[in-house]
Nanobody, 120 residues
Framework: QVQLTESGGGLVQPGGSLRLSCAAS????????MGWHRQAPGKERELVAR???????KYADSVEGRFAISRDKAKNTVDLQMNDLKPEDTAVYYC??????????????WGEGTQVTVSS
């Protein structure tokens, strides 16, 4: 089992910045990727950013150029630096990790989520 612990959410004014952090602990064998999703009220959960074990990064079009994802492979952490935040970035942000096990294949884990609110 793997636990994902998120931190860094909060209330920020439009144009401001926040940094989200996520730490993975537990039975971690091989990490395929780690990343962040978000879910706004009344909307489906969507990918925000993801970084693979090789360092390949994918961003949602809506955050490209404003958000930056980074990962510390030794510590099994992933951070999301969010700049120039907009009201439409308001959502619950979830950390996710995809772990490979010889016995079961790839398994996805999710954090409990952290609220980000962008409002004046």
């Amino acid at each position: 089992q793997v636990q994902l612990t998120e931190s860094g959410g909060g209330l920020v004014q439009p144009g401001g910045s926040l940094r989200l952090s996520c730490a993975a602990s537990g039975n971690i064998v091989t990490v395929n990727y780690m990343g962040w999703h978000r879910q706004a009220p009344g909307k489906e959960r969507e990918l925000v950013a993801r970084v693979t074990s090789r360092g390949d990064i994918k961003y949602a079009d809506s955050v490209e150029g404003r958000f930056a994802i980074s990962r510390d492979k030794a510590k099994n952490t992933v951070d999301l630096q969010m700049n120039d935040l907009k009201p439409e970035d308001t959502a619950v942000y979830y950390c996710d990790a995809n772990i490979y096990y010889w016995s079961t294949g790839s398994v996805s884990y999710w954090g409990e989520g952290t609220q980000v609110t962008v409002s004046s």
